[in-house]
């Protein structure tokens, strides 16, 4: 699914069942699915219903969200390490 | 230690007690000492008003000279358990304007804490705004991520 609509041009839900050979709802489900995990977005024109990749969108959320868990991971290891000196320190 | 689509979650049982871990978001003096990625990012905290609605701004110097500017505003604070606040990188940033929210959960546990962190990235609030130019290389790299997975 994720292939076929890399080309960038959105493409209807009807145009994706063809190419699949699937049933419409299960095709529906897939893009629904991919659309709550912000993979695709969807546009509506009258009775038609669009889907395109979000591609920049997600790579930058991966970008941020690899950037803050190294950020927390280091930051709670010297929290760690803070409290754990600072109370050996008070026990002398 | 959790990356999903939507957020981080750091999750440590700590020695100290969740007064002491409490202190240790609450006290600009004590923050500055560990609230950054590795020692070798010091921090200067130049706002730290710890109240519901109050502001807090890091300023984080990197080695190579540039300084990063966090900011953000509190939204919840129940002691010694609970702590929320937004968090947004200042530009000139690569995610700078990324609206997110941290969730700080202490609960007691053996004499000592277990820390959860949340940090829920929102998105930007001018998504539109961002230029498509170079979307092929970020397509590329998206399928390649998404075969990893």
Redo the contacts between chains.
Sequence with gaps: MIHALAGGKARTAGALGRQFRSAQPTISRHLKVLEHAGLVERRIEGRTHWFRLRQQPLTEAAGWIARHHAFWTGAVDQLDRLLSDKAERDRR | ?I?D????E?R?H???SPD??FA?FADAR?VE???????DIPLSVRQLDFREGGAYRLAYHVPDGTTVIVGGIYRTIEAPRRIVFSWVIEPPD??AG?Q?DVTVTLTPSSGGTD?V?R?D?Q?RTD?EA?H?DG?RG??D???T??EKA
């Design positions: 230690m990356a689509k939507r957020g981080v750091i440590r700590l020695t100290a002491r871990v240790a004590l000492r560990w609230l950054r990625p590795s020692p690569i995610h990324i997110s820390l962190i940090h990235w998105g998504a961002r498509a979307w970020a397509l790299q998206l399928i991520e998404l």
